[in-house]
C-alpha cells in the first residue's frame, strides 16, 4: 500500500487526463452532420432507463409473490385476485423485459460503436501516415502497432461501459436507494449510502495507486513486443550471426520485467477484491439482520424480508460490477491517452492552407541554394543548386554521407529544405500538395521493399485502377513477366514478408514494373542497382535507361559505371558541388570525379 497515499497529489492531473480523452471520444458518438448516429444514441439511452425501470420494480413483485403464498396476509395483489403463480409470472416476465431491453439497447447502439471504432481507427492510421520521416526513423514498430492496438480497444471497451454501464448502474443505485428510504426507514438507507461511499472511496483509491502500477505493465509489455518484432523483422540478420540464443535472451529479460509488473498489478488486484468483498459483505448482512429482526418484531413481512434481500443483492452485483469496470476504464484511458498523445503528434510537413496540385509540364527539377540538416549542429547540404532539364538524366555521386540520398528525400518532401528552394516546373514544392508531388515522382530504391502479398498487387500498388493488360504490360518493360508466369501461381504468388521470397533483382525488376505503371514523369533512382551482382545490374541497367526516356531522371548513384552516360554529372562532398560536368570531360579534369573513377576501377580489377 506504499504510494496509496501518494496519489492524492496527481489524482487531479490523472482525472483531468481522463476527462480529455472522454472528450476526445464524444464527437464519435454524436458527429456533426450525422442525424441518424444521434437518434440511435437518444433510442438507446431511452431503451436502457426503460430496462433499469423495470429491472428495479422486479423485486417488489417478487415480494408480492412471497406474501401470497401466506394466507394470512392480505396484500395489494392478492385483494386484485392476482395470486402466487400470477405473481410468479409477472416476475418472470418482467425480468424477461428487462433483459430484452437491454439486448435491443445493444443491437440499436451496435452500429454506432462500430462506425466510431472505425473512424478512430482510419484517423490514427491515416495521421501516422501523414508524420515525418522523422518520427518514423525514430520509433519502433511493434511498440507504435502496440499502442495503436491498445487503444482502439480501450475505445471500444469504454464505449460499451462507460456509457451503457457505468451510467446506469449509478441511477439503478439511486433508485434502490430511494425505494428502501420510503418502503422501510431511514437507518436502511443509511447502510446502503454508507456501504456504497466506502465501496466507492475504497476502489477509487485503490485503482489509482494502481494505474502506475499497470502503466507500468504496460511499458513493459510493449518494450518486450518491440524487441520481438524487431528481431522477427531482421529475420535473416540474425541467422547470418547465429544469435538466436542473443535474441531470446533479450526477449527473455523483457519478458522477465514485464512478468514482475504483472505480478504486482495481480497482487494489488487481489488486495483490491478482498477489500471489496470485506465491504459488501458487511453492508449485505447489516442489511438482511436489521430486516430479520423486523420480521420477529411483526413489523416486516418475509416478502419485506426477501425484497430487501434482492435489492441488497441487486446492488452488489452492480458494485462488484462498478469496481471491475472503473478498473478497465482507468486502464482503457490510460492506453487510449497514449493513442491520443499518438495523434497529438504534429505532422513536421503539412500542406499549406493554399496548397494547390502540382502541374507538371516538362518536369524541370530545380535546386535553388538548398541547404539542409537532420539537426542544426549538423548541416548535410550547404547551399546546393542544380536543374535536371525535362527529359535529362542528372546523376549525384559522392562519398558515403556526401548528401546524395538527401535530395531524393528533399525531391519528396519527407523533410522541408532548411534554406533556398526545391522547384518543379517554377512551383515550390511547399507550395503544392504533398498528394500531387508524390503522383509525379517514381522512385527505384536501393532495396525495393515488397508487400507480403501477391505479385500482382505490388505491381499494381505503382496505380492501383490499373487494367491486367496494362500490369502484364509493366511486367514485360521491366523483363518480369517470364519469370513471373513461371511460377506456380503466376501473378497471384505471394512473395513474402518483405519478399524475401524473390531474388534481390527479381525485387527490383518488380519495383521496376510498379514504377513503369505509375508512368511519372520525374523519376528517382536511388542506388538501384548497387545491392545486385554485375550480372544482374548489367541486365536491370538497361532496363532502368530505357525507362529513363522522355523523363526527367535523377541517378544517386555509388558505382560511377552505371552512370557514365548520363547528361550531367555532379560531384558531392561534405553536401557541397565540387565539380560537375559529362564523364569525359570529368576525367580530364582529373580532380574528385576521376578521383573517385580510378579507385573504383582499381578495386573492381583486384577482384577479378
Do not use: C
Request: charged share 20%; net charge negative; proline share 3%.
Amino acid at each position: 500500500m506504499r504510494g496509496l497515499a501518494k496519489t492524492d497529489a496527481n489524482l487531479s492531473d490523472a482525472q483531468i487526463q481522463g476527462w480529455n480523452v472522454i472528450r476526445r471520444v464524444v464527437p464519435y458518438l454524436w458527429p456533426e452532420g450525422q442525424t441518424w448516429v444521434k437518434r440511435r444514441v437518444v433510442i438507446a439511452l431511452a431503451v436502457l432507463l426503460l430496462s433499469k425501470v423495470i429491472a428495479v420494480g422486479t423485486p417488489v413483485l417478487y415480494k408480492q409473490a412471497v406474501d401470497a403464498l401466506a394466507p394470512e396476509e392480505a396484500t395489494a395483489a392478492t385483494v386484485l385476485g392476482l395470486g402466487a403463480v400470477g405473481l410468479t409470472l409477472a416476475y418472470g416476465l418482467a425480468r424477461l423485459m428487462s433483459v430484452g431491453f437491454q439486448q435491443l439497447r445493444d443491437v440499436v447502439f451496435t452500429r454506432v460503436g462500430q462506425r466510431a471504432l472505425r473512424q478512430l481507427a482510419l484517423e490514427t492510421f491515416t495521421h501516422i501516415h501523414r508524420l515525418s520521416m522523422r518520427y518514423h526513423i525514430t520509433r519502433k514498430t511493434g511498440g507504435l502497432s502496440r499502442i495503436i492496438e491498445r487503444g482502439v480497444k480501450g475505445v471500444d471497451f469504454l464505449l460499451r461501459f462507460l456509457l451503457f454501464s457505468m451510467g446506469p448502474l449509478i441511477l439503478e443505485l439511486l433508485m434502490i436507494s430511494v425505494i428502501l428510504f420510503f418502503l422501510f426507514d431511514v437507518w436502511y438507507l443509511a447502510v446502503v449510502v454508507l456501504t456504497i461511499a466506502l465501496y466507492v472511496w475504497f476502489t477509487f483509491k485503490v485503482t489509482e495507486w494502481r494505474v502506475k502500477i499497470r502503466k507500468e505493465m504496460n511499458d513493459q509489455d510493449t518494450d518486450a513486443n518491440q524487441k520481438a518484432v524487431d528481431s522477427l523483422l531482421n529475420f535473416e540478420t540474425v541467422k547470418y550471426f547465429g544469435a538466436e540464443r542473443w535474441e531470446a535472451d533479450r526477449y527473455d529479460v523483457a519478458m522477465a520485467n514485464y512478468e514482475n509488473a504483472a505480478i504486482r498489478t495481480n497482487y494489488s488486484l487481489a488486495f483490491l477484491n478482498f477489500g471489496q468483498s470485506v465491504l459488501i459483505t458487511g453492508g449485505l448482512v447489516a442489511v438482511m439482520v436489521m430486516a430479520a429482526l423486523g420480521v420477529q418484531r411483526g413489523d416486516l413481512t418475509v416478502g419485506d424480508f426477501v425484497m430487501v434481500n434482492a435489492y441488497m443483492i441487486q446492488i452488489t452485483m452492480p458494485l462488484n460490477f462498478l469496481g471491475t469496470v472503473y478498473r478497465e476504464i482507468r486502464q482503457a484511458l490510460i492506453d487510449m491517452g497514449d493513442m491520443f498523445d499518438l495523434l497529438e503528434q504534429p505532422a513536421e510537413v503539412t500542406d499549406k492552407p493554399d496548397a494547390k496540385p502540382l502541374e507538371v509540364k516538362g518536369g524541370r527539377v530545380v535546386l535553388q541554394d538548398v541547404s539542409f540538416g537532420y539537426d542544426a549542429a549538423r548541416p548535410i547540404l550547404k547551399g546546393v543548386s542544380l536543374e535536371v532539364a525535362p527529359g535529362q538524366t542528372v546523376a549525384i555521386v559522392g562519398s558515403s554521407g556526401s548528401g546524395k540520398s538527401t535530395i531524393g528525400r528533399l525531391l519528396f518532401r519527407f523533410y522541408d529544405v532548411s534554406g533556398g528552394a526545391l522547384l518543379i516546373d517554377g512551383q515550390d514544392v511547399r507550395d503544392v500538395t504533398q498528394e500531387s508531388l508524390h503522383a509525379q515522382i517514381g522512385v527505384v530504391p536501393q532495396d525495393t521493399v515488397l508487400f507480403n502479398d501477391t505479385v500482382h498487387y505490388n505491381i499494381a500498388y505503382g496505380r492501383p485502377t490499373a487494367t491486367e493488360d496494362e500490369i502484364i504490360a509493366a511486367a514485360k518493360a521491366a523483363k518480369i513477366h517470364d519469370f513471373i508466369i513461371s511460377l506456380p501461381d503466376g501473378y497471384q504468388t505471394t512473395v513474402g514478408e518483405r519478399g524475401l521470397k524473390l531474388s534481390g533483382g527479381e525485387k527490383q525488376r518488380v519495383g521496376i514494373a510498379r514504377t513503369l505503371l505509375k508512368n511519372p514523369p520525374i523519376l528517382l533512382l536511388d542506388e538501384a542497382t548497387s545491392a545486385l551482382d554485375t550480372e544482374t545490374e548489367r541486365e536491370i541497367q538497361a532496363e532502368l535507361k530505357a525507362m529513363g526516356e522522355g523523363r526527367s531522371v535523377i541517378t544517386i548513384a555509388h558505382r560511377l559505371s552505371t552512370i557514365a552516360d548520363a547528361d550531367l554529372i555532379v560531384v558531392l562532398e561534405n553536401g557541397v558541388i565540387v565539380e560537375e560536368g559529362r564523364h569525359d570531360d570529368l576525367l580530364a579534369a582529373e580532380g574528385r570525379y576521376a578521383h573517385l573513377w580510378n579507385r573504383q576501377s582499381e578495386e573492381e580489377e583486384a577482384t577479378v
